[in-house]
């Protein structure tokens, strides 16, 4: 087949990058603001922390049948559900202004956490089917970077349009802003979708496409394909070790409202501040991880790099949290948001990398349901270790586990299936 590159590739992966950022915005709304809706709802702490967990629960038994229709319908139906859905669930939650809705507030995180099954799998997929060889890698972490800028202003905004008010009906108004800001902006979105999105490009975009969209339908088996990513040793070991540095960035970005407010009382808008600094410096390791893989193709090298440094990070940011010092928390926070979150698309590729010619919808979705698994135990666990031993021993047991991830992730063998793929056929 002819291989060219299609100019409509780049508004998908920016459309696709605005929806999921909406989504991602609303998975951490509530957390950025944990003591507000405390005491809005009157619910417990942990209560508003399920909020956020949910997403991640959600997430687990519907991956497999999303995965399933991503690989039988293709790109465009799952675009649709994913931000239909997406603009469903914050249209539900402007029926919870009153405190004693917080089941419909539920509902509606519920309906958007269901959008997010249709999102977390499809930057790597988006990449391969549209973008050549050359830009695959940055393509990824494009479509990564609206996750991530929507968790970033999931953490800004919040603050600022939902002030820590006594009056009731004040603080039901400016709740009410913020959910009809994101119900409008989700529904446009849709509506793009609708109009922009299309399954694929005229032309594979590379070599190693073309012979997948070769392939004759009869040939592919949904359940054999997953046998045989789950006899991929180097690809189970990199679920693993992905699941354990995102459960953590998970964990850390739900309780991080609780953190700040317990050594710095009041500071609800820098707590937020704190949470936008990690994601942005993270946005930006994740564009420069996409460019240098691109340029390099040095996957299992930037891999365990980025690994050592987000543990790095995480021990700073743990013995300088108690410091007293803001100045200091938005350094540390910033540089552990550089690797901690600029690994996300060095997972996505290698992913697709080591398990080619296998549904990179596939390889993503296992290794997404891993760091659910992770993010769960772990928000959990820090939250639970916070209650009873305090901020310092949550965040060092984070530790314990991104030390043994970057133990495992040496293990992984740099097997580049895709590469050897394009190189082949350029070759012949």
Not at 304 to 326: A, D, E
């Amino acid at each position: 087949a002819e291989v060219r590159l299609s100019r409509r590739r780049w508004a998908v992966v920016l459309l696709f990058s605005s929806y999921s950022l909406c989504n991602a915005f609303q998975w951490i709304q509530y957390g950025s603001v944990n003591n507000v809706f405390v005491r809005f709802y009157g619910v417990s702490t942990f209560a508003i922390d399920w909020l956020s967990m949910c997403y991640m629960l959600t997430y687990i038994p519907l991956l497999f049948p999303v995965a399933w229709l991503l690989d039988k319908r293709g790109l465009r139906p799952i675009a649709l559900a994913g931000s239909a859905l997406n603009g469903l669930g914050a249209w539900v939650k402007l029926g919870s202004l009153k405190p004693h809705l917080f089941a419909v507030t539920v509902l509606g995180q519920v309906v958007c956490s269901v959008a997010q099954v249709f999102i977390l799998g499809m930057p790597s997929r988006i990449a391969s089917v549209w973008f050549g060889p050359r830009e695959v890698s940055t393509a990824c972490s494009l479509a990564v970077f609206g996750n991530q800028l929507g968790i970033a202003l999931g953490f800004l905004v919040p603050p600022v349009l939902v002030p820590n008010v006594e009056d009731e009906e004040k603080l039901a108004y400016h709740i009410s802003i913020m959910f009809f800001m994101t119900a409008g902006v989700a529904t446009a979105l849709f509506i793009l979708v609708v109009i922009v999105f299309k399954e694929k490009p005229p032309h594979p975009p590379s070599h190693a496409q073309a012979l997948i969209q070769s392939r004759p339908p009869e040939e592919y088996s949904y359940v054999r394909s997953i046998l045989r990513l789950l006899r991929n040793t180097n690809f189970m070991l990199l679920m693993v070790t992905y699941g354990l540095n995102t459960g953590c960035f998970y964990s850390l970005s739900t309780l991080l409202n609780r953190m700040v407010i317990q050594h710095y009382p009041g500071e609800e808008v820098n707590a937020g501040r704190i949470g936008l600094t990690i994601v942005l410096s993270g946005m930006v390791g994740a564009l420069i991880s996409g460019i240098w893989l691109d340029r390099t193709k040095t996957y299992k090298q930037t891999t365990v790099v980025v690994y050592i440094m987000s543990l790095v990070g995480m021990v700073v940011y743990t013995f300088t949290l108690s410091l007293g010092l803001l100045w200091v928390l938005f350094v540390t926070a910033g540089a552990l948001g550089f690797f901690m979150t600029g690994y996300l698309p060095l997972g996505f590729e290698f992913a697709a990398e080591l398990t080619y010619p296998e549904s990179e919808g596939t390889s993503s979705g296992l290794i997404n349901v891993s760091a659910q698994i992770f993010g769960i135990a772990f928000t959990i666990s820090q939250g639970q270790i916070m209650d009873h031993f305090g901020t310092k021993a949550g965040n060092l047991f984070l530790c314990s586990f991104l030390f043994l991830g970057t133990i495992m992730t040496a293990f992984i063998k740099a097997d580049l299936r895709r590469q050897q793929a394009n190189l082949e056929s350029e070759q012949t």
